[in-house]
Structure formats: structure tokens, C-alpha cells
């Protein structure tokens, strides 16, 4: 079984796809960018892809869900896995002098606080991931640079963390989905199970949002995200995607939807896994 993730090894993509596939048979092969894993999947290159798709700091991780509304026909998210983040700052030596600090956003934006207190003066600079940027720390020694990862990372690329847990809060999360055809079993704690729609409303429709949550409410399905994103049409075009508790009611909550004209793009019904934090991982 073969299964993509958003690379390199020590990434925090990398730890959820352990986490969900730790035995020997599941080989994972990284990619350097999230639409390349999608892609990798939806070429059939590997049986299943896992990809970030929001985190508690910092929002919606955009180039995973824009790509699989707008882009990715029939994906099905079969499971969603929380894993704890903490950021640490690395670099090939602890009294380094460190001029450039290198992450990709999402890590770079839960640090920021951190980073404009201590590195004021430091360039800062995105990477594909997080693992992407401690390598490529290792690998220029001769230069002044830091980058934002996982403990992993530290570890796998020889790096020593010269400031650990930098997140702006103690309680970080990423949310993490695992696209494929089956559903796997994963030996992790489940915390519930959820389901994911697209929703473009009717143009024209005076209250369409309104009406559509309305239908929601009427089946007593409880929503646990709404989010717009734009269409990239036209400027104040958008999308809509909302995330809710899974119910039994819902192929009579999409074909009320579809009634009313709203388009319905189904992402997922998934249960939701959440993993421990390094140190509960140590403990055991
Ligand atoms: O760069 C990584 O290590 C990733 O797995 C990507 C990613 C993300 O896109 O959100 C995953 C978790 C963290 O929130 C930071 C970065």
C-alpha cells in the first residue's frame, strides 16, 4: 500500500501519515508540494494521499481545500486525523548567528509573535514544509540560517533547536485529511466523526445562506465550521465549506440542498482521529 504526504521525511504531514500506517507494508512516498500529493493520488500513483487541512492558529491550510473544490473531481476524505503541533527553531549550531529564518507559512504565521519578539531583524522566508526547510538548513552550514519544524526534523536532519515550542499558544492543532477509496483502519483514539460539503449558492436568491443553513437546522445537523472561499471567477463570487457533526439524515440534507439550487460538492464523511503529542509519545 502506498501512500503520499507532503515531504520530506520528519515533516508534520509525515507524522500523521505514521501515526495512521505505522506497520512496515504501508510505504510512504513524499511529495514536495500539496497539489503534488493530491495529484499523486488522483493519478494513481499512491492508494491514499494525506494532506493539512487547518490548523487552530492559523485557519484553513488554502492550497489543500481550494484544490480539492475547485479543482479534484470525486476525492473522498475517508479519515481525519488532529495532531498536536509545537514549532521549534533549529539550526546547525546554538550560538549561531541567524540572519534568515526559513518554514513554510503556516508554521512561519503560528510563530510570528515569537519571531517579531526575538528575531526582529531576521529575513523570513516560506518553504514548501517544515521538514523542507530544516534540510535545507543542514545542508548549508556555511550560511546564517534557522528554520521552523517539528522535533522530527531536528533529529532526522542533525539540527540542534535552539528554541523550542515557538507556537503562539500551547494549544496548537493541525487537522490533517486522508484522502482515498476505502476506508482504512486506524489504531488511533477516535474523537467523532464528521462530514465535509462544498457549497456554491444560487445567484439571485434573496437569504440563500440564510435558507441554506435553515436546512441544516431542520435536520438537526450541527455545524462545526463554515467558511467562505473565493470562487476565483469573478471578485465576490464565492464558495462555501462547511464541516458537520455526521448524521443519518444526510442524503435528505443534500437533496433538500440540491432542491433549492445550491450545488453540493461532497468531500468526506470521515471519522476523526487524534494522535498524542511527542511527549505523551515519550511517556509510553
Ligand atoms: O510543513 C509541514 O511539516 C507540514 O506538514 C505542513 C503543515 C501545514 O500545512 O499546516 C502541517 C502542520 C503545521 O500546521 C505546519 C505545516
Not at 25 to 53: C, H, K, M, Q, W
Not at 149 to 176: C, K, M, W
Request: proline letters at 5%; aromatic letters at 10%.
Amino acid at each position: 500500500m502506498k501512500i503520499g504526504f507532503l515531504g520530506p521525511k520528519a515533516s508534520f504531514t509525515y507524522a500523521a501519515a505514521k501515526a495512521a500506517f505505522p506497520e512496515n507494508t504501508a510505504e510512504l512516498i513524499a511529495f514536495d508540494t500539496i497539489t503534488e500529493v493530491i495529484r499523486s493520488y488522483e493519478n494513481g500513483s499512491v492508494d491514499f494521499a494525506i494532506v493539512p487541512v487547518e490548523n487552530s492558529i492559523e485557519g484553513s491550510v488554502h492550497q489543500s481545500v481550494d484544490y480539492l473544490y475547485l479543482q479534484a473531481d470525486n476525492i473522498r476524505t475517508q479519515a481525519e486525523i488532529i495532531q498536536p503541533i509545537k514549532q521549534q527553531l533549529m539550526a546547525t549550531s546554538q550560538n549561531r548567528k541567524i540572519e534568515k529564518i526559513l518554514s513554510h507559512p503556516q508554521a512561519i504565521a503560528q510563530s510570528l509573535k515569537y519571531l517579531q519578539q526575538h528575531f526582529p531583524e531576521a529575513k523570513i522566508e516560506s518553504t514548501d514544509s517544515t521538514a523542507y526547510a530544516a534540510r535545507y538548513v543542514a545542508a548549508h552550514p556555511d550560511k546564517n540560517l534557522a528554520a521552523i519544524a517539528p522535533l522530527a526534523s531536528a533529529t532526522e536532519y542533525g539540527l540542534t533547536v535552539i528554541a523550542h515550542d515557538i507556537q503562539e499558544i500551547d494549544e496548537n492543532f493541525t487537522r490533517f485529511w486522508l484522502l482515498g477509496q476505502t476506508v482504512p483502519a486506524i489504531n488511533l483514539p477516535i474523537e467523532t466523526q464528521k462530514m465535509t460539503l462544498a457549497l456554491t449558492l444560487p445567484d439571485n436568491l434573496p437569504g440563500a445562506l440564510y435558507k441554506t443553513l435553515q436546512v441544516f437546522a431542520d435536520f438537526g445537523i450541527n455545524l462545526t465550521k463554515i467558511e467562505s472561499r473565493p470562487l476565483k471567477t469573478f471578485l465576490g463570487e464565492y464558495f462555501f465549506i462547511l464541516d458537520a457533526q455526521y448524521s443519518d439524515n444526510y442524503p435528505y440534507l443534500i437533496h433538500a440542498l440540491e432542491k433549492m439550487g445550491v450545488s453540493v460538492k461532497k468531500l468526506g464523511r470521515y471519522k476523526v482521529y487524534k494522535m498524542s503529542s511527542d511527549k505523551e509519545n515519550k511517556m509510553k
